[in-house]
């Protein structure tokens, strides 16, 4: 096989959530010890590291890494970009998509990388209102745009499963640098982002 896809793990830390989760197992009443649970710990330690890796990555390093000279500055946008992000207050998942534009100042970036830099900070503990303007200024940092757009649209689990209970609920941020704060500019933005011509 050309390609194998290996994830690993810093064995301390792993097994040290391990015997913190198999804790919180034991005190919600669970018998840590049976079998359906008896590898669990281990497991929700992993996954926690993966779904905080972006504390160890560098979101203008990677912009930076695939950054090419063009001499274009028509707007560049990705949308519905997925991410998945866990709420630092209840550490329950939130869930949604990011649209993100620049006006290119001299330099693009490769267009995965822009997905990328979302992952960066979604993969952290994270409100949404922080996030939308980390991937906001790192797209300034790197490129130095004529000006940058990020708006996120997420659902939150911890107002879905708990407390207020609202199902429907759709929370939007947005953040705005340079040209798209001219209400043309930023209105090209929102109208293209709302269309579908994929489909």
């Known amino acids: 096989m050309a390609y194998i896809k290996k994830e690993e793990y810093d064995e301390q830390i792993t097994g040290e959530m391990a015997v913190a989760y198999k804790n919180i197992l034991n005190l919600i009443g ?44 028509e707007m560049v946008i990705v949308k519905d970009i997925e991410l998945y992000s866990l709420c630092e207050h209840h550490m329950l998942p939130f869930v949604g998509k990011a649209h993100v534009a620049y006006i290119p100042n001299g330099w693009i970036t490769g267009l995965s990388k822009i997905g990328r830099v979302v992952d960066v900070y979604s993969k952290r503990l994270q409100v949404q209102e922080r996030l939308t303007v980390q991937i ?18 997420a659902r939150h689990m911890c107002m879905m499963m708990r407390g ?12 705005f640098s340079g040209e798209f704060h001219k209400d043309r500019t930023r209105s090209e933005f929102l109208r293209l982002i709302r269309s579908n011509p994929l489909q």
């Open 30 to 73: 669970e018998d840590a010890e049976r079998e359906g649970l008896l590898k669990t710990p281990e497991r929700v330690a992993k996954a926690m590291q993966y779904l905080t890796q972006g504390y160890s990555q560098n979101a203008v390093d990677i912009l930076n890494s695939a950054k090419f000279h063009e001499d274009i500055s």
């Open 136 to 153: 906001l200024d790192a797209i300034k940092e790197a490129l130095n745009p004529i000006g940058a757009a990020v708006v996120i649209e």
């Open 164 to 175: 207020v209970s609202k199902q429907n609920s759709i929370t939007t941020t947005s953040a």
